[in-house]
């Protein structure tokens, strides 16, 4: 089994940053990609940014330029770095990663129990 553990969150003016990290543990084997995604009230879950193995990452078009992306393959890590924070980027914020290999045959999806990041004066 593998578990996702984020960290991070919190309460920030707007205008401010925040850095959520997403520790991948258990037998894994390798991991295809991994995602932050995000669900604010009364609004559906919605894909912010994230990493696939060999390609660049990816962002969702109201974080560009200022929510920057990053994974550590080796350590089975990814962190989001947000600038410029925004009431509209309040929401609960999930780590998922795809693709994971976990020596149980086939591979699986895997998601975190979320962080709550709040912006607001």
């Known amino acids: 089994q593998v578990q996702l553990v984020e960290s991070g969150g919190g309460l920030v003016q707007p205008g401010g940053s925040l850095r959520l990290s997403c520790a991948a543990s258990?037998?894994?084997?390798?991991?295809?990609?991994m995602v932050w995604y995000r669900q604010g009230s009364g609004t559906e879950r919605e894909s912010v940014a994230g990493?696939?193995?060999?390609?660049?990452?990816f962002y969702t078009e109201s974080v560009k330029g200022r929510f920057t992306v990053s994974r550590d393959i080796a350590k089975n890590t990814v962190s989001l770095q947000m600038n410029s924070l925004k009431p509209e980027d309040t929401a609960v914020y999930y780590c998922?990663?795809?693709?994971?290999?976990?020596?149980?045959?086939?591979?699986?999806?895997?998601w975190g129990q979320g962080t709550q990041v709040t912006v607001s004066s």
């Open positions: 990493v696939m193995v060999g390609t660049s990452p």
């Open positions: 258990g037998r894994i084997r390798s991991m295809t990609y």
């Open positions: 998922y990663a795809g693709g994971v290999n976990d020596y149980s045959g086939g591979t699986r999806n895997y």
